[in-house]
């Protein structure tokens, strides 16, 4: 019995095929040297600044809301037994839509408040958090921040503490862009 014949070994360097040629390997590494960026790489060859997380957000050009007191707003709950709440919904979260283009609206805030009350303090945190994060700024509320209405009820001051902050927040970040005076409507 004969052993089989190895077969050739492939040639060491190979030829390119249809006129391709690799590219040639790097030159030594040098004090200052730098090696050749592709054409437009960068800014002038340089590499791009690093992208905030922010950034990805544009700059709302919507125009600004109005600011409400926290204490007339709250006194307001009281006496329309809760009625108020739909109004103060409606307004803030149409005038955050209409500032920034997202979020969920007006209306759509007032069905959620109808079909699933209890979301809607996590929302509106959330979304005002959201303008500020959307300028750069550390958010002074979040969607965390609706936790003071439950389970805060259940130390009776908590759903207070979340309308003052979510609210002050609010108004704060009207202010900065120049509102003036508060309104209730």
């Known amino acids: 019995m004969t052993m089989p014949e190895n077969p050739p070994l492939p040639p060491q360097n190979p030829q390119p095929e249809y006129g391709y040629q690799p590219p040639p390997p790097p030159p030594p590494p040098e004090y200052g040297y730098q090696?050749?960026?592709?054409?437009?790489?960068?800014?002038?060859?340089?590499?791009?600044?690093?992208v905030p997380g922010y950034a990805q957000y544009a700059q709302p050009q919507g125009p600004i809301g109005q600011m409400r007191p926290t204490g007339m707003?709250?006194?307001?709950?009281?006496?329309?037994?809760?009625?108020?709440?739909?109004?103060?919904?409606?307004?803030?979260?149409?005038?955050?839509?209409?500032?920034?283009?997202?979020?969920?609206?007006?209306?759509i805030a007032v069905v959620i408040c109808v079909f699933v009350g209890l979301v809607n303090p996590f929302l509106l945190?959330?979304?005002?958090?959201?303008?500020?994060?959307?300028?750069?700024?550390?958010?002074?509320?979040?969607?965390?921040?609706?936790?003071?209405v439950f389970p805060g009820v259940l130390i009776l001051v908590g759903p207070f503490i979340w309308f003052i902050q979510t609210n002050r927040a609010l108004n704060e970040y009207w202010q900065s862009l120049g509102a003036q005076g508060t309104t209730l409507v």
């Not at 009281?78 to 979020?103: N, S």
């Not at 945190?125 to 003071?148: D, F, K, N």
Request: proline share 9%; no cysteine; net charge neutral.
């Open 35 to 50: 090696p050749p960026r592709p054409p437009g790489y960068g800014y002038g060859g340089q590499a791009m600044p690093a």
């Open 125 to 148: 945190s959330h979304e005002v958090g959201q303008l500020y994060t959307r300028r750069g700024q550390e958010p002074p509320v979040s969607a965390l921040t609706g936790l003071w």
């Open 73 to 107: 707003t709250m006194l307001l709950f009281f006496v329309t037994l809760g009625i108020w709440a739909f109004i103060y919904y409606f307004q803030t979260h149409e005038e955050m839509k209409r500032h920034t283009g997202e979020g969920v609206g007006g209306v």
